[in-house]
């Protein structure tokens, strides 16, 4: 019997889920439990997907720890809660292909890429998704100089540490970018607000007050009921 879990690194809690599905069993969830944070601790506050083989006629059972997904260690790697819910208006960060490679190297055991070269541009397009530029680029841009051999030196030598004056270049050309997108939303946040504002000016007015348009309407049908009562009255004088 397999059981697929996706836990906090080091902090499984009982649950409802697990409780259902080993309870029956005879399992000792405590057990399972401890063992699992002691497999996953070395990933404290990520995301890992877990895998219990458990057997149960004999009660025993194994655990599989698999290397958290590559946007968890990314996350970790560049110090992000989160990614970005609007990429092409919110860059969240701007790694170097030094910290790209570090990841790559810790995902290479459970990837289907060939090689670290192909690692670390699986990578490269996960941090598109995220809203992370890669050596201030888009992340297809990198991926292209990838392909292209740009960064062969870094990758063939596996080299993940970020030398201090890049680093400095990349928050510098970071904070400049960001701050230029904080003005934009600003600016379509205050478009909104004024559009919002004129659009209740304008709008129907409270009830019992005419418009311009209802109060000529009216006129006109009080026009057409006198109409007839005027007629007759200059009958009558005719008539006298």
């Known amino acids: 019997m397999q059981i697929k879990l996706l836990i906090e690194g080091g902090n499984m809690e009982p649950g409802p889920a697990l409780s259902q599905k080993l309870g029956p069993i005879g399992i000792n969830i405590s ?36 290397s958290p997904p590559v946007s968890e260690l990314l996350k970790k790697e560049l110090g992000i809660a989160k990614g970005s819910g609007m990429q092409k208006k919110i860059t969240m960060y701007n790694a170097s292909i030094e910290q790209i490679i570090s990841v790559a190297q810790t995902k290479l055991p459970n990837m289907l890429s060939k090689n670290l070269k192909a690692a670390v541009k699986t990578v490269v397009g996960t941090c598109g998704t995220l809203g992370v530029l890669v050596e201030s680029k888009s992340a297809l841009e990198v991926e292209r100089e990838i392909e292209e051999g740009k960064y062969d030196t870094e990758i063939n030598g596996e080299i993940t540490k970020t030398p201090a004056d890049k680093r400095k270049r990349l928050d510098e050309y970071f904070f400049e970018i960001k701050d230029k997108q904080e003005k934009v939303l600003k600016q379509e946040q205050a478009a909104k607000e ?16 005419a ?30």
């Open 31 to 66: 057990q399972v439990i401890k063992k699992v944070n002691d497999s996953t601790k070395s990933f404290a506050g990520l995301k890992v997907p877990v895998e219990l083989d458990v057997d149960p006629s004999t009660k025993e059972f194994e655990i599989k720890v698999f």
């Open 194 to 209: 004024a559009a919002a504002q004129a659009a209740e000016t304008t709008a129907a007015p409270a009830a019992g007050t």
């Open 211 to 240: 418009t311009p348009a209802t109060a000529e309407k009216a006129t006109e049908e009080t026009k057409a009921k006198a109409e007839p009562e005027k007629k007759k009255t200059e009958k009558k004088a005719e008539k006298k």
